[in-house]
């Protein structure tokens, strides 16, 4: 599975913006998705996941209710729409692959098999 993430950009706090993973590879439809951040000078961290067919996600405390993932199988795409960001949300945002979600909890990233190369969401105050 090939990852590419898009849609990051600059927007002031408060606003919205829409992350998109293309993925390439037969195998997508079977892997559980998620979106990791990394901040300046921070490690990276779990932000969402998704199952395989879309019927569970989970979120880090800090975007609950902000944040919602979805994905199109027939599309190959999962979406990470982000609303009433936060300077704190700037960060490199990475979409990733995993074979299983944990269920009710964080899938830790060395779960996860394959990894985009990240887009920059920068929030101004």
């Known amino acids: 599975v090939q990852l590419q993430a898009s849609g990051g950009g600059l927007v002031q706090a408060g606003g919205s913006l829409r992350l998109s993973c293309a993925a390439s590879?037969?195998?997508?439809?079977?892997?559980?998705m998620g979106w990791f951040r990394q901040g300046p000078g921070e490690e990276r961290e779990f932000v969402a996941s998704i199952s395989w067919n879309g019927g569970s996600t989970y979120y880090a405390d800090s975007v609950n209710f902000r944040f919602t993932i979805s994905r199109d199988n027939a599309k190959n795409t999962v979406i990470l729409q982000m609303n009433s960001l936060k300077p704190e949300d700037t960060a490199v945002y990475y979409c990733a692959a995993a074979p299983f979600m944990r269920l009710g909890g964080v899938t830790p990233d060395d779960e996860f098999e394959y990894w985009g190369q990240g887009t920059l969401v920068t929030v101004s105050s």
């Open positions: 590879g037969r195998d997508f439809k079977s892997y559980a």
